[in-house]
């Protein structure tokens, strides 16, 4: 299963950290920038051992047990070292030896390598406005349409949640082109094709359970939708 | 670069942490039966006596490891700390909550940038010099009377980093993601929101590129306030739907110019 697609599954009882509304300790926060820095260095060395994909996948692919209880960059550590003593880059002895020494020791017999992101680099990489993809396919679909999501249920990463596969909506945005980022293909279109607004109301996707003021406006790429009737 | 929790770091090495380091090895599920976070979120009742006393508290076994990790990786030159440092610096200073109060303040007092901010989102903040990766799309949301609105992302955690900088825990936990997508107004309540049933909720699952912001309603009390004053009263879940800016009674505050 994907532990990643979790509308509906009502976890917990109620939210954690609520109303205690806990900020981001300063170690998720080293982990946030580290993690970049861990991607970008796989890159430049031409040893691309870790990708954010690899990541994602490997998210993806947890047991339920440590999905749903794990803190949300307790689970990406878990991803990066074992992603990383696989590809022979860390050793667990050498994490371990790390927990007795001071960081400002390890800093200092620190030695540069080249394929390491700089420091310009990095903060270049943050403020960058990403381009939009080029058109490659036209839209398939328009602000009005009534589209019926299609049904799936595929191995590997999609963008197209289980909670809406096969209910009914209505495109209230088309947002212009998008990289389709499915791990298959779905069609014979290209990677490249618009994203669109669709609102599903409550009662369209949880029935009696639904609330009939309740609006869930998702994006979807156009593959994964086909016209109604 | 000393780590900000360095000076917690215990001496000894217990079972739990020996076996978290050993998860990743390839150990398996087993190794995580005992929560390296849990130690860190546990919670202790400030009901009962006044705060005097430090705050620190022992950091997790996933806060340790994750040090460990940063001082091996700095150890062997794949991470610059100098690149380290500025990315904790950016998201740790730079962005933030304080930059989409700039953005909700302006919106609050100027009619045609506002209609601007509501029908390209993007341009609009880049206008403000406002932006960047994961906000290369963004739509802003306005909350009304008839309408409120609130952002998820039930594939992974998507947040507009740029304009509220690094989400809070609960917006990341399948608690939030799970509940939210079915019964928004039940996860409202437990922020203290009540919506009446005439009241439409619309809750924008960003598992695109594309990026949202609630724009909330301006409180009443807040007549005549400058954009400074309003900024300050802007928070980041009313930017995310979790909250309604409560009226404002008395004067203004006192903000710098």
Known sequence: MNVQDVAGLRIGSTLPNVPDDREIEPWELHMHCMEPLIWGYSSKSKKDFITPIDIRKKLEEMTPAIAFSEGYWAKHLIVILETMYAAGILTPREIEAALYVKPERIAAQSRAVPAAVTAEEAIRSVKTRWPRPEEAAPARHKVGDVVTVIAMNPVGHTRCPGYVRGKTGTITDDLGPHHLPDARPLSERGRVQHAYTVSFDGVELWGVDGHRNDFFEVDLLDDYLTCKG | ?257
Not at chain 2, 42 to 50: G, V
Not at chain 2, 167 to 191: C, I, M, N, Q, T
Not at chain 2, 227 to 235: R, S
């Open chain 2, 1 to 257: 670069m000393p780590h900000p929790d360095d000076k917690s770091r215990p001496a000894g090495l217990s079972i739990d942490r020996r076996g978290f380091v050993a998860a990743g090895a390839g150990a398996g599920a087993g190794a995580l039966a005992t929560s390296p976070v849990k130690a860190q979120t546990s919670r202790h009742s400030h009901d009962d006596h006044n705060h005097a006393h430090d705050h620190s508290h022992v950091p997790s076994d996933a806060a340790l490891t994750a040090m460990a990790l940063e001082s091996v990786l700095i150890g062997k030159g794949i991470i610059d700390p100098a690149a380290l440092a500025a990315l904790v610096e950016h998201y740790g200073r730079d962005v933030g909550p304080h930059i989409g109060a700039k953005v909700v303040a302006r919106a609050w007092t100027d009619p045609e940038f506002c209609a601007e901010l509501l029908e390209n989102g993007t341009d609009a903040l880049w206008s403000m010099g406002i932006g960047g990766v994961l906000t290369s799309m963004i739509k802003i949301v306005a909350n009304s009377p008839t309408d409120h609105h609130l952002v998820v992302c039930t594939l992974c955690s998507c947040y507009p980093w740029p304009v509220l900088g690094l989400p809070p825990s609960w917006y990341k936990s399948p608690e939030y993601r799970s509940r939210v997508a079915v019964d928004p107004r039940g996860v409202l309540k437990e922020f203290g929101i009540e919506l009446s049933d005439d009241v439409k909720v619309h809750v924008w699952d960003s598992i695109a590129d594309q990026r949202y912001m609630v724009l909330p309603e301006r409180p009443a009390g807040t007549e005549g306030w400058s954009i400074e004053q309003l900024e300050t009263i802007v928070t980041r879940n009313a930017m995310i739907g979790t909250e309604i800016l409560a009226p404002q009674s008395g004067t203004a505050p006192e903000v710098q110019a």
